[in-house]
Nanobody, 115 residues
Framework: QVQLVESGGGLVQAGGSLRLSCAAS????????TGWYRQVPGKQRELVTT???????NYGDSVKGRFTISRDNAKNTVYLQMNSLKPEDTAVYYC?????????WGQGTQVTVSS
């Protein structure tokens, strides 16, 4: 069973930065993909970014150039560096991992960007 625990969310002013962390219970090197999604009430969960086991990254159009995903295999942790935050980035951010054919999700962390 894979467990993912997010941290680092909070309140920040527009233009500011935050770094989210996702600590995994297992070796993230064994995950075919990890990443971040976000969701606001009444809307579908949307892709923020993913990174594969080979290091390939994919970003949602709305965050390209502002957000960066990285991982520390030794710490089994995935990070999301968010810069130039906008009020529309306000959402619950969920950590994601794919292990074999199963998808796993963290409990989510709230990010609120004030204007």
């Amino acid at each position: 069973q894979v467990q993912l625990v997010e941290s680092g969310g909070g309140l920040v002013q527009a233009g500011g930065s935050l770094r989210l962390s996702c600590a995994a219970s297992g070796s993230i090197f064994s995950f075919s993909a990890t990443g971040w999604y976000r969701q606001v009430p009444g809307k579908q969960r949307e892709l923020v970014t993913t990174i594969t086991s080979t290091g390939s990254t994919n970003y949602g159009d709305s965050v390209k150039g502002r957000f960066t995903i990285s991982r520390d295999n030794a710490k089994n942790t995935v990070y999301l560096q968010m810069n130039s935050l906008k009020p529309e980035d306000t959402a619950v951010y969920y950590c994601y991992a794919r292990f074999y054919v199963n998808d796993y999700w963290g409990q989510g962390t709230q990010v609120t960007v004030s204007s």
